[in-house]
Every structure is written in C-alpha cells, then in structure tokens.
C-alpha cells in the first residue's frame, strides 16, 4: 500500500507494508534523520513529530498515519542555516557521538511548541523519554533553556520587537555578574 503524507511540509505517497513501522517507512525514503536503536520505544533515538505530537516512529505502525504530518530532523534546517533548537545543541557542546541527537531536537522541538518557556524540571520531564549515553544530559539541558530564548527572541523579532506582558527580556541584569 501507499501512505500519503505530508513531511516536512512537502505531501509524499510512500510505500508500506502492513508490518512497517513509520521509522522504516522514512528510513527508506531518505529521511535518515531519525535513528534505528532500541526499537522498543525506549530511547527516543527515532523521535519524530506526528501531527504536532513528538513521537517515537520505531513502534508507531505506518498505516495507523495515513493522511497525518510528520515533521523530521530533516525539516528543521540546513547545515548553513541551523533552526534555533538546533543552533542551541551546537552552541552548548551538547551532543557528542550524535546519534541520540536528531531524536533530542525533534523532543526539545514538541517540548517548545507545547511550552515555551519551561522550567527545568518541566525540560527534565519533557525530555525523560529520550536518552543519550555521551552528554551526562546537563548540556542538554542548557541547550534546551537556550533554544527556548532563542525561539522568544526570534518570535519577538517577528512581532516587531515588542514586548508581551511580562516579558522577562526587559528585566536589567548586571553584566558583571556570572551566569555560571
């Protein structure tokens, strides 16, 4: 059978058998992004977003999504022009092997659209299906906080520069002091 789709804004029909799962049906259309681990549901290498859900494709059955939206990693950006939750890993040295990267930024990206400004027990807990064996999770964590200002900042340049109320940008803060 043929899926129809939209990923990544584009409508794609792919091929699938009743046994794929939606990370074999992307995987064999190019889209690499998303990666093969556990298959279990367990570490969130293979985190796509479905329907503006962040989802774990490696046991989402691919004919349940007929019809549905897929944002992967691939969508977000390019290598000269990094989405801003992607710029924010880069930035903070928080991925080493990459492997659970794609997966992170496709969570951290469902966590932002869901909440944009969370604390970091609501980043902790957004993020707690995903795993990662290199970074120790607290760069990760930065990365997370950072895009979150960057999104605002980026969603505040859209609107002209101006400020929402209760907007925590305009708050003064002592340049000398550490942020550490």
Same mark, same amino acid.
């Given at each position: 059978?043929?899926?129809?789709? #939209?990923v990544? $804004?584009?409508q794609?029909s !792919?091929?699938?058998?009743?046994s794929? &799962? *939606? *990370?074999?049906? !992307?995987?064999?259309?190019?889209? #690499? ?5 556990? $298959? ?5 290498f293979? #985190?796509?977003? !479905?329907? @503006?859900e962040? %989802?774990? &494709? ?13 944002? #992967? %990693? ?5 290598? +000269? +022009?990094l989405?801003?939750i992607?710029?924010? =890993?880069?930035?903070?040295?928080? !991925?080493?092997? @990459? =492997?659970? %990267? ?11 659209? $869901?909440?944009?400004d969370?604390?970091?027990? $609501?980043i902790?807990?957004?993020l ?12 990760? *964590?930065?990365?997370?906080?950072d ?6 900042? &980026? ?11 209760? +907007?925590?940008?305009?708050? &003064?803060?002592d *340049?000398?002091?550490s942020n550490e």
């Amino acid at each position: 059978m043929d899926l129809n789709l #939209t990923v990544n $804004e584009k409508q794609v029909s !792919l091929p699938a058998t009743g046994s794929d &799962s *939606l *990370l074999d049906v !992307l995987r064999q259309a190019g889209y #690499t992004g998303a990666k093969r681990g556990c $298959e279990t549901g367990d570490c969130g290498f293979c #985190t796509v977003i !479905l329907d @503006g859900e962040p %989802i774990k &494709s490696c046991t989402q059955p691919a004919v349940a999504v007929d019809g549905g939206t897929v944002e #992967t %990693i691939e969508g977000l950006g390019t290598q +000269d +022009d990094l989405h801003p939750i992607q710029a924010a =890993f880069v930035d903070n040295a928080a !991925l080493q092997c @990459g =492997f659970c %990267i794609p997966g992170m930024i496709m969570r951290t990206k469902g966590l932002l659209d $869901e909440n944009p400004d969370p604390d970091e027990a $609501e980043i902790r807990a957004g993020l707690s299906g995903n795993i990662c064996r290199c970074t120790g999770y607290e760069k990760i *964590l930065d990365a997370v906080q950072d895009a979150a200002k960057r999104l605002d900042e &980026s969603s505040m340049a859209a609107d002209g520069g101006r400020e929402r109320p209760n +907007d925590e940008s305009s708050v &003064s803060c002592d *340049l000398g002091e550490s942020n550490e």
